[in-house]
């Protein structure tokens, strides 16, 4: 349980930073990002009940979740519902 509230804590953290719009170098904010996509996928894949889809956790679905947002999460369940 503690791994899941340091793992929260962290996605709050970049979420607040995120949020700030804090003026960051490219590479930082290429990385922020991919790890917004990433902590993204965790809270889907917390909800694969609900969502019926799980998505594996992997440096390429984080960045197209982490650049595109929600129309990235939506591309994964178009590709995910082409592939099977």
């Given at each position: 349980?503690?791994?899941?509230?340091?793992?929260?804590?962290?996605?709050?953290?970049?979420?607040?930073?995120?949020?700030?719009?804090?003026?960051l170098p490219l590479?930082?904010?290429l990385?922020?990002?991919?790890?917004?996509?990433?902590?993204?996928l965790i809270?889907?894949?917390?909800?694969?009940?609900?969502?019926?889809?799980?998505?594996?956790?992997?440096?390429?679905?984080?960045?197209?979740?982490?650049?595109?947002?929600?129309?990235?999460?939506?591309?994964?369940?178009?590709?995910?519902?082409?592939?099977?």
């Amino acid at each position: 349980m503690n791994l899941l509230t340091a793992l929260l804590a962290i996605a709050a953290l970049l979420l607040l930073l995120k949020l700030t719009k804090a003026k960051l170098p490219l590479p930082h904010k290429l990385i922020l990002n991919t790890l917004c996509g990433y902590g993204a996928l965790i809270l889907l894949n917390l909800f694969s009940r609900l969502t019926g889809a799980v998505f594996s956790l992997n440096i390429v679905t984080a960045v197209v979740v982490g650049f595109l947002g929600l129309p990235g999460i939506l591309l994964l369940f178009v590709v995910r519902l082409i592939i099977l």
